[in-house]
């Protein structure tokens, strides 16, 4: 980023992202005092998650200002998705070596414009200088008693996709070097994944556990798996894959990848068999849930165990 003269702290925070009217009757204060204030409506649970994403870990240098103020609220936003939250607020730290007004412009129109879509009101946060660092803090309501959880799949559910697999993964090679015919779809996934939030809404008291794709299905689903003491079998044939995807694995062989691929930010949850009718038609069957741990795929009829673990920070 190139250095602008010279916006302070508090300037930057009321020229980019100060908005004055808020989206969500729970906001009583936001920007401009101390904390912020929230009423929580009767009846409801306040759910609460927190993502950073530092450059040259969690994305290239470089990369669109936009795109990434799209992306960063995004992750969070599908985290609240995945427990059957509405979002309300969202609170920001935006760490960065220098003030770049073209890049702020930009960074908050992508952070903004998504904020909008989904009436979610940015009420606070911290900006300070540093390596390019952003956090975010996410806020939701979800009716008390039925936050979907991971640790609440039963042997007999079905498990389903919100939506396409291994899209984003594709993405990430498309920036990489790979050479795609039809790059735009897997890269607009990569770069501008939407959060589930409509079908996360539409899950509470339908689903027994959900988790959101951040690190691949099979590490996520290995999440559920895990704290709910279960095991799983999916099914190869029945995995939703775009057109792009199976091309690249027709190439490539790489069959692996949509398993193991990030930043598909799909909802993955289980539901009883006789909920399965109440399940978003946009939604696809793809395995089991079974007593016996571990997590297997029935490829072509022939079962196989996968031992796959979701990226891990310091590991």
């Known amino acids: ?55 040259n870990v969690h994305f290239f240098a470089g990369t669109d200002p936009g795109q990434l103020g799209h992306k960063l609220l995004a992750v969070n936003l599908s985290d609240l998705a ?19 007004e073209n890049w702020l412009t930009a960074f908050a129109h992508g952070f903004l ?8 009101d940015l009420i606070g946060g911290d900006t300070t200088s540093g390596a390019l660092t952003l956090t975010v803090q996410a806020l939701g309501f979800v009716p008390r008693g039925q936050a979907l959880l991971r640790s609440t799949a039963r042997p007999g559910d079905f498990i389903y996709l919100s939506g396409n697999l291994g899209d984003a993964g594709l993405g990430l090679k498309i920036t990489q070097g790979y050479n795609c015919a039809d790059p735009d779809a897997a890269l607009a996934r990569f770069n501008g994944p939407l959060p589930r939030i409509e079908t996360g809404l ?20 290995g999440h559920i798996l895990e ?32 398993l193991v691929a990030g930043d598909d930010y799909e909802l993955c949850f289980t ?39 979701g990226y891990e920070h310091f590991s």
Not at 16 to 28: G, L
Not at 82 to 100: E, I, Q, W
Not at 113 to 120: D, G, K, N, P, Q
């Open 202 to 221: 539409a899950l509470c008291g339908v689903a027994n556990a959900c988790i959101d794709l951040s690190d691949g299905l099979a590490g996520d689903l």
């Open 113 to 120: 414009t998504l904020a909008e879509r989904f009436s979610v």
């Open 271 to 309: 539901v009883s068999p006789e909920n399965a009718a109440r399940v978003p038609a946009t939604c696809r069957n793809i395995g089991v849930i079974e007593a016996a741990s571990g997590l297997r795929l029935n490829k072509s009829g022939t079962i196989q165990l996968l031992k796959v673990k």
């Open 1 to 55: 980023m190139s250095k602008d003269a010279c916006l302070s702290e508090f300037a930057v925070i009321q020229r980019f992202f100060t908005r004055q009217t808020a989206a969500n009757s729970s906001t009583r204060l936001g920007i401009g005092d101390d904390c912020a204030l929230l009423a929580i409506p009767d009846g409801y649970e306040l759910a609460v998650t927190t993502d950073t994403m530092v450059e």
């Open 82 to 100: 995945s427990m059957g939250a509405k979002p309300v607020s969202v609170t920001l730290a935006l760490t960065m070596p220098s003030v770049d």
């Open 227 to 258: 704290q709910s003491g279960v095991g799983a079998c999916i099914d190869w044939g029945a995995l939703p894959l775009s057109d792009a995807v199976l091309a690249y694995i027709e190439a490539t062989g790489d069959w692996f990848m949509p």
